[in-house]
Each structure stands twice: as structure tokens, then as C-alpha cells.
């Protein structure tokens, strides 16, 4: 070999070696990183419910014990009713006991039906409205169109008109 060539070699040799042995790397045996986290998870789940106070709609966020409502469980809570700190702060509903238990479907153009279990002729305008944007506030898209059908009987198909 030509002495630039064995210098080379030899130069490229010592870079590779102080870069391997410089770079502080240790080997070790296995290390573990303990139990996977467990136990419940805290979700902050808030849901809108549409109440009446003074005769007009009333936006209400309620926290359901940290699990999300289904539409329909969520229009059960219009007919039970005000919790007592919702109706110590004048808050009523119009929707009737008797309107559930109720259902919702989703049409393939996202246009909500909601199936009452009376007729839905019998329900005031209040009750329509709160009916509607309860349903409407359960879906991404804004505004979206639900009818309320009820013994044979439906309401046109409205937005909410918040």
C-alpha cells in the first residue's frame, strides 16, 4: 500500500472507532416500565338540554356522571323534568311524562326523527322547540332539521330556532 493510502485507512479507522466509543451509550439488561395504567377514566362529558324559563328556551349543560347520553336519554331528561337547582332558578319543561319513552333515528341526510309515545299534535309550541333543539344539539352538524312524530301525528320538520 502507498503511504496516503495506509493514512486514510488508517485515519478512517480511528474516526469510526472514537465515534463508536464516544457516543456513551452503556449496554444494560432489561429494563421494565411497570403496570399499565388502570382504573376508571374521568370523562368530562357535558350535554345541553333545552329547559323553559319565562315562557322561552332556556340552554342547559348538565354533567350525566361522566358518560355520554344517547339522543333519545337525553330527551327523557326534558320529560322528567328540572333537576331542583335547575327549578329553584325558575327553570320548567313543557314536554310531557308521557311523551316517553322516545327514540331517535338519523336519516342518511342527518335530518332527526323523534318518535314520541303520545301524539305529538298535543304538544305546545314551547315543547316542540325544546324537543327540537335537544335533538339538534346532540349532532356535529349545525343546524340540522327534526321532525317530531307522535301517534300517527308529526310536527314539520324545524331547526332550532336559537
Given at each position: 500500500?502507498?503511504?496516503?493510502?495506509?493514512?486514510?485507512?488508517?485515519?478512517?479507522?480511528?474516526?469510526?472507532?472514537?465515534?463508536?466509543?464516544?457516543?456513551?451509550?452503556?449496554?444494560?439488561?432489561?429494563?421494565?416500565?411497570?403496570?399499565?395504567?388502570?382504573?376508571?377514566?374521568?370523562?368530562?362529558?357535558?350535554?345541553?338540554?333545552?329547559?323553559?324559563?319565562?315562557?322561552?328556551?332556556?340552554?342547559?349543560?348538565?354533567?350525566?356522571?361522566?358518560?355520554?347520553?344517547?339522543?333519545?336519554?337525553?330527551?327523557a331528561?326534558?320529560?322528567?323534568g328540572?333537576?331542583?337547582?335547575?327549578?329553584?332558578?325558575?327553570?320548567?319543561?313543557d314536554?310531557?311524562s308521557?311523551?316517553?319513552?322516545l327514540?331517535?333515528?338519523?336519516?342518511?341526510?342527518?335530518?332527526?326523527?323523534?318518535t314520541?309515545s303520545t301524539?305529538?299534535s298535543?304538544?305546545?309550541?314551547?315543547?316542540?322547540?325544546?324537543?327540537?333543539c335537544?335533538?339538534?344539539?346532540?349532532?356535529?352538524?349545525s343546524?340540522?332539521?327534526?321532525?317530531?312524530?307522535?301517534?300517527?301525528?308529526?310536527?314539520?320538520?324545524?331547526?332550532?330556532?336559537?
Amino acid at each position: 500500500m502507498s503511504d496516503g493510502l495506509t493514512r486514510r485507512v488508517l485515519a478512517a479507522g480511528l474516526v469510526s472507532l472514537v465515534a463508536v466509543a464516544g457516543c456513551g451509550v452503556q449496554p444494560s439488561g432489561v429494563i421494565t416500565g411497570g403496570a399499565p395504567p388502570s382504573g376508571a377514566v374521568a370523562l368530562t362529558t357535558t350535554i345541553t338540554l333545552y329547559l323553559v324559563k319565562n315562557g322561552k328556551l332556556s340552554a342547559v349543560t348538565r354533567r350525566p356522571g361522566g358518560h355520554p347520553l344517547a339522543p333519545a336519554d337525553r330527551l327523557a331528561l326534558l320529560a322528567a323534568g328540572p333537576t331542583p337547582k335547575e327549578k329553584a332558578r325558575g327553570l320548567t319543561t313543557d314536554v310531557p311524562s308521557e311523551a316517553g319513552p322516545l327514540s331517535v333515528t338519523t336519516e342518511p341526510t342527518g335530518h332527526l326523527v323523534v318518535t314520541l309515545s303520545t301524539s305529538a299534535s298535543d304538544l305546545s309550541r314551547l315543547a316542540v322547540e325544546q324537543i327540537v333543539c335537544t335533538a339538534a344539539s346532540t349532532t356535529p352538524k349545525s343546524p340540522v332539521q327534526v321532525t317530531v312524530v307522535g301517534a300517527a301525528q308529526s310536527v314539520d320538520p324545524r331547526n332550532c330556532p336559537r
